[in-house]
């Protein structure tokens, strides 16, 4: 089925302007987006602000419509972002836990980092069915209990598409959708997640089944909202579409890999989706894997994620002749770098939260002195010149424009 960004442009012309700008209103039963029935389930609600600090309203000069609203955290500043054109605000720093929690690291280790987060007004945590087989599920859900933070404070998205061998243990079936999510709660030891992603498309699965079963689990209380991971425009068009049409619940986010070196989806393609049907980025990888580090300087380390068993696609990837070219392209970074004060991480990071629609990125680390590290792009973000942008630019070389 082939859907056209194009064909909600008179529905959208038919909202007012406050509806383009802060979201559908809920409708009955959930038909305009809302969360339908989810006081059905038992997500516990409770007055709690964000990790350890409140939140202040930072006044910021007029922006475009639609411009993300920001807040600054008080004692953290950590800023926090609307989920697209959801009202839930999510830190713009994020934790993920691919590759690190129950595999790369210790559990400790992991503890370490997930407090230090937390502490530094972290809000929001990433994890999935399939990382580390489940592993990484249960060693945050085991944190999460140990230090018993208010539920109310801090967002859980998890991701569902292969969980197990089984043929029916995969895909975005409506089987798998459940009973996958419920395997997820189980290991988190939670009762719901705030966000669960679609962890990639499923040709497999009809788009009005997806679209159904994921509004079938926020209507039992089992997620808040749903989102796409590693999906395609036209792909997020057509759920947004079919939950229109049927009356069910939409995506409010996509889940995308974007970089110095990745960044025609986010930086062309998502941003037209926010604008026209308020869906909103979470990005990962701001530092493709370890590469924009400058650790690798023609060689790899044997403590990288490089180096780990299952991720040798990687190392293939960081020796090939375009790995060495954006090794070298990173090394031109440094006297930018030097100039801001701060690490080519540093200025990879903040590159990453100046893009337009992008409402948290995912930070991965193996140690709570590496996250203070990363955490340091907020410093480096307001920095960021329209001058210096594209001094970046012209050194990268791969600036997207509108095809014609």
């Keep these: 089925m082939q859907v056209s960004i194009a064909c909600t442009e ?24 809302g969360l339908v029935g989810v006081g059905h389930g038992n997500p516990p609600g409770g007055g709690g602000s ?9 006044p910021r000069p007029p ?37 690190t929690f129950g595999s790369q690291i210790s559990d400790e280790t992991a503890e370490d980092v997930l407090t230090v987060a937390y502490e530094h007004g972290v809000n929001l945590f990433d994890t999935a ?36 061998q089984a043929e029916t243990e995969r895909g975005l079936s409506r089987k798998h959708i459940i009973e996958g999510l419920r395997g997820s709660l189980e290991r988190l030891q939670l009762g719901y997640v705030d966000i669960v992603f679609a962890n990639r498309s499923d040709p497999n699965s009809p788009m009005e089944e997806i679209v159904r079963a994921m509004t079938y689990v ?22 947004y579409s079919m939950a229109r049409q049927f009356n069910l619940i939409p995506p409010v986010c996509e889940q995308a890999e ?16 926010y604008h026209k049907i308020g869906v909103g980025s979470v990005t990962w990888s701001p530092l493709a894997c370890g590469l924009i580090t400058s650790k690798y300087d023609g060689r790899v380390p044997d403590t990288c994620r490089v180096t780990i068993k299952g991720y040798q ?23 930018i ?29 193996s140690s709570a002195e590496q996250l203070v590290e990363h955490l340091g792009a907020l410093q480096v973000l307001n920095q960021l010149t329209p001058q210096t942008v594209m001094e970046i630019d012209g050194l990268l070389g791969n600036k997207p424009h509108p095809k014609k």
């Design 50 to 58: 964000g990790p350890k600090a409140r939140a202040a309203v930072v």
């Design 313 to 335: 696609w990687h190392k293939d990837k960081v020796q090939s002749e375009d790995g060495k070219k954006q090794q070298a392209k990173v090394m031109d970074l440094l006297p």
């Design 10 to 33: 008179q529905n959208l012309r038919s909202r007012s302007s406050e509806d383009r700008l802060c979201g559908p209103r809920p409708g009955p039963g959930g038909g305009n987006g």
């Design 258 to 273: 974007h970089h110095l070196f990745q960044r025609e989806k986010v930086e062309m393609q998502l941003p037209e989706l």
């Design 337 to 365: 770098a030097h100039q801001l004060g701060c690490t080519v991480a540093q200025l990879a990071i903040a590159w990453c939260l100046r893009s337009e629609g992008v409402s948290s990125v995912l930070l991965g680390v």
């Design 63 to 99: 922006g475009p419509a639609g411009a993300l609203r920001e807040s600054t955290g008080r004692g953290t500043g950590m800023k926090y972002r609307n989920l697209g054109k959801s009202g839930l605000r999510v830190s713009c720093l994020g934790l993920g836990t691919w590759v």
């Design 218 to 239: 926020i209507n039992q209380g089992l997620a808040l909202y749903w989102g796409t991971s590693r999906w395609g425009a036209a792909e997020i068009m057509e759920a």
């Design 129 to 164: 069915e399939v990382y580390a087989a489940g592993k990484a599920e249960r060693t945050l859900g085991n944190i999460l209990k140990s230090k018993g933070w208010r539920r109310s404070s801090y967002v859980i998205t998890t991701k569902i598409f292969g969980g197990g």
